[in-house]
């Protein structure tokens, strides 16, 4: 939904992804600069890639459909991932994100650490996530002294609040194949389900507050690749 996971794939991936976020809890999630609420609507484009086996670049355009003309292609964001500790028995996984100092949107800016932990319990499956965001971001120094860059608190940017102090989620999986799920991000409390349509396609709704809808769609594959000509051996064997 809209809070971060300790979630890791051993192998590097690549996910793309689109999400909708309804005008009325917009301002949640992106304040935007002065936007008003009626004409906030939210598309994200995400586009996530693993450079090393601890390590994941994100991208995110996040486009206003009915400001076009005002704001073009829309506010872009780059983030990095970090996997601090792999899940084992009786310990989570844990990862920091960081967002690069500097933004020119600093309300943008996502820096937390949050671990998570899966449990089997017969045919159901759990997964809790628990985490911690940043109430500070580094931002560009715009005014007289000589200092390029300034620590604010989050809030002050257009009273954004998102991912600010302590944040978790929870999703149970009875069946194989989709499940449901519940957060809190520091802001709203939502809960929805999620279908896993293949093994490299999952749909995701929910609601806001049981208010007002959103949904999302991600895809990912690997990049962990075999030799084309072990790929080729083992097609014909």
């Not at 200092?147 to 978790?168: D, H, M, T, W």
């Not at 389900?193 to 749909?203: E, N, Q, S």
Request: aromatic share 16%; net charge positive.
């Amino acid at each position: 939904m809209t809070t971060p996971s300790a979630m890791w794939y051993e192998e590097k991936r690549l996910g793309l992804s689109f999400g909708y976020v309804p005008r009325n809890y917009s301002k949640d999630i992106h304040p935007g600069a002065n936007t008003p609420v009626d004409l906030n609507t939210l598309n994200f484009y995400n586009v996530r890639a693993g450079i090393t086996r601890f390590m994941e670049i994100n991208f995110t355009v996040t486009y206003r459909p009915l400001l076009p003309d005002q704001i073009g292609i829309g506010d872009r964001q780059v983030d990095f991932r970090f996997h601090l500790l792999r899940e084992k028995k009786y310990r989570p996984s844990l990862v920091l994100g960081i967002t690069p100092p500097g933004s020119s949107a600093p309300f943008m800016s996502q820096d937390y650490l949050v671990a998570t932990k899966n449990i089997a319990a017969g045919i159901w499956d759990f997964q809790f996530s628990l985490g911690y965001g940043s109430p500070y971001v580094i931002k560009k120094n715009t005014g007289e002294d000589s200092s390029p860059i300034v620590i604010a608190l989050k809030e002050k940017f257009y009273n954004s609040r998102y991912l600010v102090g302590f944040f978790g989620g929870m999703e149970v999986k009875p069946v194989e194949w989709g499940g449901l799920m519940v957060e809190y991000n520091t802001s709203t409390i939502n809960a929805g389900a999620f279908v896993d349509v293949k093994d490299w396609l999952t749909f995701s709704a929910y609601t806001f507050e049981g208010k007002s809808w959103a949904f999302n769609v991600a895809l990912q594959f690997g990049l962990d690749f075999k030799p084309k000509e072990l790929r080729a051996y083992e097609k014909n064997h």
